[in-house]
């Protein structure tokens, strides 16, 4: 029972952007095509999130690149945007327990991280938490993670997470039920030697 991580645009994006439109300098080819247009729900959602960033980065004084001559165009587009668990009202559930500071950590299988396309987190990594309908509610850092088989969890690390009793056995029962659930027709199957970074992070903003 844990995170699904939907990735919103970020400073990777205009990585990815810079470097093809160096490479394409290099090769004499013609410039990148004009992005797509938004549709109206698309535009309104990236506004949203622009301007919880540009909220968020105010109120906590980060950025996402320090440069001496001044504000770099990375450092001010928002970081990575997913939501909590697998439908709307599991991320509501998780996402309210995170603005009470009751939920510090998260658990996501490396085969769902694969499966996405998207990196193991570290430590120092911002994201923007979304509520179930999409819209962004909080800023967190990742202090820790851990790579472990799903047999290694501990009782620290389930009480950290802050669901149900927030037990072992409660985090254990949940959470296999959730990693069948989304790794269900995948390459990867559960098992008790299942690969899980426990991550742990911190609430910057609200």
Request: no cysteine; charged share 30%; aromatic share 6%.
């Amino acid at each position: 029972m844990d995170d699904e991580r939907t990735t919103g645009f970020g400073a990777d994006d205009a990585d990815d952007a810079d470097d093809a439109d160096d490479g394409a300098e290099e090769l004499g080819a013609a410039p990148p095509a004009e992005p797509i247009d938004l549709d109206a729900d698309q535009a309104a959602d990236a506004a949203a999130l622009q301007d919880f960033w540009e909220a968020a980065r105010m109120r906590t004084g980060i950025t996402r690149t320090a440069v001496v001559t001044g504000m770099s165009a990375e450092a001010t587009l928002p970081p990575p945007a997913w939501s909590f668990g697998d439908n709307p009202e599991l991320a509501d559930q998780l996402l309210d327990l995170v603005l009470a500071g009751t939920k510090t950590a998260t658990a996501t299988s490396l085969a769902e991280l694969e499966q996405a396309g998207e990196p193991v987190p570290q430590p120092g990594d911002l994201a923007i938490v979304l509520d179930g309908a999409g819209h962004p509610r909080a800023l967190i850092r990742t202090t820790d993670v851990q790579a472990l088989a799903f047999r290694d969890v501990t009782e620290e690390q389930a009480a950290a997470e802050g669901e149900d009793d927030r037990s072992l056995a409660s985090w254990r029962r949940e959470h296999e039920r959730y990693f069948r659930r989304v790794l269900a027709g995948g390459a990867a199957e559960f098992s008790e030697d299942l690969p899980v970074a426990m991550e742990t992070f911190e609430l910057l903003y609200p």
